[in-house]
Each structure stands twice: as C-alpha cells, then as structure tokens.
C-alpha cells in the first residue's frame, strides 16, 4: 500500500498545496505521481500554480512522518481511499474541495445514495426519537445514513440506521486513533460493521474546534441532502446545512417546539427555504429520480419481508402488502384498499399486536421496520 499511497501524501504535504490546488494538479495530470513528473512549466499552466508553488513541487521532499503514518493506518487496518478510487464518494468528489484522501475503517461500498443527518449535542427526547425513527425508516430503505457521531442527534441517527440494519457512515472531527466522544467507542465499531467511519485528518488528530467546521462540509458533500434536526441559533448543525445549499444539494428541516430554544435554528432554516419534513416520504418527493426509484425495489422485497411474519390471515396480508417503512394516514390506506374504516382499525390492530405494524400519533402506519430486519 505504502508505495501507492504514497504520492498523494507527499503532495498533500507540500506547503501551499490545498485541496483546491490538489484537486486542480490532479485534474490535469490525474495523479500525484504525474504531478511530480511535470515540468517546471506544465505545472504553471495549472489554474493558481505560482513560480513559488511549482518551485516547492519540484523540490519537495518526503517527511518522515508520512511513511509512518502509512505503516499506523496499515497495522490497524484502516484503508486510505483516495480520489482516483472507484470507492471515494462521487458526490463528494463533485464538491470544490474535496480531500485527496480519506482514512476509512470499515467499508464506503456504494454511498450514492446518501442522506445526512445532523443537529442538537444536547437534543431532547423528541429530537432522539425522531431521528431514530427517520434514519430506521432510511436505512430500511438502503439509503446510507450519514452523520457525524457526536452526542445527541448524530448517535441517534446511526443508532436508527444500525437497528435497521442498514448502512451508515460517521465523519469525525478528529482522527480515527482518536475516537470522540470516547463514549461512543462501541458504536465506532459498530457502524464499521456495515458501513464507514471516516476522517480526512491524520490519525492521532485531537477533536480541535477548528476541525468540526472543517469535517461539516464532508457530511453534506457526500449526501444528496442534509436533514437538521434541533439546532439552536448557533448550532453546528447549520453550518452542514450552509455546506449543503453551497454544494447545491437539498436542504430539510424538522419542526419541533416553537417554545424551545433548540428549535430556532431549524425553523429559521424553513424560513429560509429549506423543505419542512415530518417523515421519510417529504425526503424521497425531494430526491432526485435515483433515490424514488428505490421505493419500487422495496416493493420487490416484500416477498422475503413476508416469509419472515407470523401466521396472517388473507385480509391481514392484503393490508400488510399496503403499507411501507414510512407511515401512511388510516383515511389513506381505506382509501387504497377500499375497505370499511371499521375492518381496517380491527386489522391493523391485529397486526400491531402480533408486532408487525406500528402506529404512530395521528392515526400514522407502516411496517414496524425494527423487527422486519
């Protein structure tokens, strides 16, 4: 790996070389070996590359520290995927300043189809059982839950996506030697089991303030939206959704307490334009067709969700086959099904007893998600 790897390091290194400019030299020449191998004057014609810049290229040589922090990332395990790998996150590398590299522990696999999640360190129960619910309802629909595990809301949206067994990926502020908070060493290793942690700084990087604004434009950069929960009026939450608006991707919102000093941010959020949500489906009629498209697969999946129920009568099954992960009115659900209101509330009753349909307030159903995976 040290060999490969290499060169981006050393480039990364060099003093002035930005993500910008990497992401320029790298555009031109396509990879930082072929960057080394430039001349003086191929390395000028590149959009910002000064005398001086072109110079520290050329005479640049490799810090010691570089191979040692290539041999730490081998012993334990963690890989660097870098720009030119299949894996990297194509809406990220979309982004004006993505990172050459990324340390990652676990597996990226395909992160397209990615929506973030973020809000309060310090967010009430509603905050957390929302999000979980909300990132359950994602996960089970293999859309990618991306956060940044800091306390409150971001543990729980992995928490939602891991008790549906789904995939998500955590960004961290700090490097991957460095686990912050040291509380959620467990769930470090747990999202590396079906999904990624992730971090751009060297592995023994501390949590430094700096670096949470820094790991913020990371979040939304990978993901086709950035859902805020609870954000105070100075929450390091809207910064991600900032990020987000800049990098042109979507931009929600969930209400809470409009008493609560936790809400103002997101609800200035809404003020400003960004889509109220209250579940699942606001986000999937906001997505592009890439994402919609997943609700039909899902449709195909009903089949082995089924084998794996109880017994259920025919009536049972047909208003079973109705619903979703996401929840659907009761008036709604007659309304499809042309049944009796009446029957309807004596079925779906039964099948909240036998632990196969939830119910949420306002006479809300779907799949009870958490015990179908």
Same mark, same amino acid.
């Given at each position: 790996?040290?060999?490969?790897?290499?060169?981006?390091?050393?480039?990364?290194?060099?003093?002035?070389?930005?993500?910008?400019?990497?992401?320029?030299?790298?555009?031109?020449?396509?990879?930082?070996?072929?960057?080394?191998?430039?001349?003086?004057?191929?390395?000028?014609?590149?959009?910002?590359?000064?005398?001086?810049?072109?110079?520290?290229?050329?005479?640049?040589?490799?810090?010691?520290?570089?191979?040692?922090?290539?041999?730490?990332?081998?012993?334990?395990?963690?890989?660097?995927?870098?720009?030119?790998?299949?894996?990297?996150?194509?809406?990220?590398?979309?982004?004006?300043?993505?990172?050459?590299?990324?340390?990652?522990?676990?597996?990226?696999?395909?992160?397209?189809?990615?929506?973030?999640?973020?809000?309060?360190?310090?967010?009430?129960?509603?905050?957390?059982?929302?999000?979980?619910?909300?990132?359950?309802?994602?996960?089970?629909? +293999?859309?990618? /839950? &991306? @956060?940044?595990?800091?306390?409150?809301?971001?543990?729980? =949206? *992995?928490?939602?996506? $891991?008790?549906? !067994?789904?995939?998500?990926?955590?960004?961290?502020?700090?490097?991957?030697?460095?686990?912050?908070?040291?509380?959620?060493?467990?769930?470090?290793?747990?999202?590396?089991? +079906?999904?990624? /942690? &992730? @971090?751009?700084?060297?592995?023994?990087?501390?949590?430094? =303030? *700096?670096?949470?604004? $820094?790991?913020? !434009?990371?979040?939304?950069?990978?993901?086709?939206?950035?859902?805020?929960?609870?954000?105070?009026?100075?929450?390091?939450?809207?910064?991600?959704?900032?990020?987000?608006?800049?990098?042109?991707?979507?931009?929600?919102?969930?209400?809470?307490?409009?008493?609560?000093?936790?809400?103002?941010?997101?609800?200035?959020?809404?003020?400003?334009?960004?889509?109220?949500?209250?579940?699942?489906?606001?986000?999937?009629?906001?997505?592009?067709?890439?994402?919609?498209?997943?609700?039909?697969?899902?449709?195909?999946?009903?089949?082995?969700?089924?084998?794996?129920?109880?017994?259920?009568?025919?009536?049972?099954?047909?208003?079973?086959?109705?619903?979703?992960?996401?929840?659907?009115?009761?008036?709604?659900?007659?309304?499809?099904?042309?049944?009796?209101?009446?029957?309807?509330?004596?079925?779906?009753?039964?099948?909240?007893?036998?632990?196969?349909?939830?119910?949420?307030?306002?006479?809300?159903?779907?799949?009870?998600?958490?015990?179908?995976?």
């Amino acid at each position: 790996m040290t060999e490969k790897i290499l060169p981006w390091f050393v480039l990364k290194s060099v003093p002035g070389i930005g993500n910008h400019y990497f992401k320029r030299l790298f555009d031109r020449f396509r990879s930082p070996k072929r960057v080394f191998e430039a001349s003086y004057d191929e390395l000028l014609e590149v959009d910002g590359i000064s005398h001086r810049l072109a110079a520290a290229i050329q005479q640049h040589k490799i810090p010691d520290q570089v191979r040692k922090e290539i041999d730490l990332a081998a012993r334990k395990g963690y890989e660097i995927v870098t720009m030119a790998d299949s894996v990297y996150p194509p809406l990220l590398l979309q982004t004006p300043d993505p990172p050459p590299f990324l340390y990652v522990y676990g597996n990226f696999g395909n992160s397209a189809k990615s929506i973030a999640v973020v809000g309060s360190r310090n967010a009430t129960r509603y905050g957390i059982s929302t999000t979980i619910r909300l990132c359950s309802d994602l996960a089970s629909l +293999n859309i990618v /839950v &991306v @956060s940044g595990m800091a306390r409150g809301v971001d543990t729980a =949206a *992995h928490d939602g996506a $891991i008790m549906a !067994r789904g995939k998500t990926i955590a960004v961290l502020g700090s490097g991957l030697e460095r686990i912050y908070p040291a509380e959620n060493r467990k769930l470090f290793h747990e999202i590396a089991e +079906n999904g990624a /942690v &992730v @971090s751009e700084f060297h592995l023994t990087a501390p949590p430094e =303030a *700096h670096h949470f604004p $820094i790991r913020n !434009r990371i979040i939304s950069g990978i993901s086709l939206g950035t859902v805020v929960v609870e954000a105070s009026r100075k929450s390091g939450a809207l910064i991600t959704a900032r990020f987000a608006a800049e990098q042109g991707r979507e931009v929600f919102a969930i209400p809470g307490n409009i008493h609560s000093f936790k809400s103002i941010g997101t609800h200035n959020l809404i003020k400003q334009g960004a889509k109220l949500i209250v579940n699942v489906q606001d986000i999937i009629d906001e997505l592009p067709h890439v994402i919609r498209s997943r609700m039909a697969d899902s449709d195909m999946d009903q089949s082995k969700i089924l084998e794996k129920l109880p017994p259920l009568s025919s009536e049972e099954s047909l208003v079973l086959k109705a619903l979703g992960p996401y929840p659907v009115h009761i008036d709604d659900l007659g309304r499809k099904l042309s049944m009796d209101p009446g029957k309807l509330s004596s079925i779906l009753l039964q099948l909240e007893l036998k632990g196969v349909v939830q119910q949420d307030p306002g006479k809300l159903f779907s799949i009870d998600v958490k015990d179908m995976f």
